[in-house]
């Protein structure tokens, strides 16, 4: 089917290059923003489209702030609701937008319900689509971003992706090779860009931590969160390592909820975890870049944590980024008690820094993907 798609709109070449990025969520905000530096220093305009999927100023505003990314150009709004509500929201929202402002291309990120909307209607616009941190694939089509990630690729017109195994999983599905193209991690970009400002912070000291003698935790999957027996049994070796090392954990909103609806809010099932509200790009980085050891459930921290070195135990059976296994410094343990204290312990009985990071995780890769966008749309 891939190979019977249209030729990428190249239509308007006698229009000024116009670029629209679409961000929704947080994680898109830390990939749009090397984008948005990289596309201003080639002279190119562009349009920075929010649609509002994450709309709190805790979960949204604050990077914006802190990432230096300009004010957008148009918030769509779309707020929260369910898988399908969300989708149709944004399509019926972006699609006034794009035909106002019409672009050459629009590029979305990742994995969120807004990357696939905005896939979809530039698509049924006729508009060419770039499509970065494409080809990552988890193998488990139960989770929303996996189905994301599938039919936002078969929309696209260039795939950028960040890793040699992403470019195999887009050929495989049939994507012709010239659409894809290894340019690197954007995620990473934004990391090196901020790393010094974020160790200057040195937000653990807020809570009388001392550097590396921390774990920081993040949970906020449905699959985890929204399930009793697998809430409760990730909390269980919290509890456990809490008697060893200090757990700080940034608490999403969605698993606050959740701990309370189960009964889990009190501090013995936590065993005196230091529990705060989410928290900003720059004291997150700072965070983690200061730890012994991060166990989460988030793609965005597998990535970094391995930029880093830092040790990640993913809270997960599977990821779509089986290159930071690789890199040796990941490991998935699930959410069984005894699976992830056992692989605590192993962590904590090994070196402090893991693992070597891929290559082309450079902070560069910004700079590929609007090059190549200039030389195609030249």
């Known amino acids: 089917m891939n190979g019977q798609r249209r030729a990428p709109c190249l239509a308007l070449r006698g229009e000024a290059m116009t670029v629209t990025l679409i961000a929704g969520a947080r994680p898109n905000f830390m990939k749009v923003a090397p984008l948005v530096r990289a596309l201003d220093a080639a002279g190119i305009s562009r349009r920075l489209v929010h649609t509002g999927q994450h709309y709190d100023r805790e979960m949204s505003g604050t990077f914006f702030e802190e990432l230096g990314i300009p004010a957008p150009d148009a918030n769509l709004g779309v707020g929260s609701g369910s898988h399908v509500q969300q989708l149709a929201e944004v399509m019926r929202r972006l699609e006034a937008e794009l035909l106002e402002h019409r672009p050459r291309v629009v590029v979305v990120v990742g994995d969120v319900n807004s990357t696939l909307a905005a896939a979809l209607t530039a698509n049924k616009l006729g508009i060419a689509l770039a499509h970065v941190e494409a080809g990552l694939r ?13 039919l936002t690729d078969a929309c696209a017109d260039w795939l950028y992706t960040s890793e040699p195994e992403a470019d195999e999983n887009l050929l ?79 608490r ?39 730890s012994r050891l991060v166990l989460t459930d988030s793609g965005g921290l597998q990535e970094e944590t391995t930029a880093l070195r830092i040790p990640c135990l993913t809270l997960r059976e599977n990821t779509e980024r089986p290159i930071t296994l690789a890199a040796g410094n990941n490991r998935l343990v699930g959410w069984h008690t005894e699976s992830i204290a056992a692989a605590v312990r192993d962590v904590l009985s090994g070196p402090p820094r893991l693992g070597t990071p891929p290559d082309l995780w450079d902070g560069r890769a910004a700079e590929r993907i609007v090059r190549h966008l200039a030389e195609v749309l030249s």
């Open 252 to 290: 999403h909103p969605r698993t606050a909820a959740r701990m309370r609806e189960f009964g889990y809010e009190g501090m013995n099932a936590l065993n005196g975890a230091i529990v705060t509200e989410p928290l900003g790009y720059l004291d997150m980085l700072g965070l983690v870049e200061a």
């Open 172 to 250: 495989r599905e049939g994507i012709p090779a010239a659409r894809v193209r290894l340019v690197g991690n954007v995620m990473i970009d934004t990391l090196f860009q901020h790393l010094p400002a974020a160790q200057a912070r040195r937000p653990y000291v807020r809570w009388g931590l001392q550097a590396g003698q921390f774990a920081v935790l993040t949970l906020h999957r449905p699959s985890n969160v929204d399930r009793p027996e697998r809430l409760a049994s990730i909390l269980r070796a919290v509890h456990a390592l809490c008697g060893e090392l200090p757990v700080l954990f940034p």
């Open 138 to 150: 988890s193998g488990d089509r139960s989770m929303p971003e996996e189905i994301n990630r599938i």
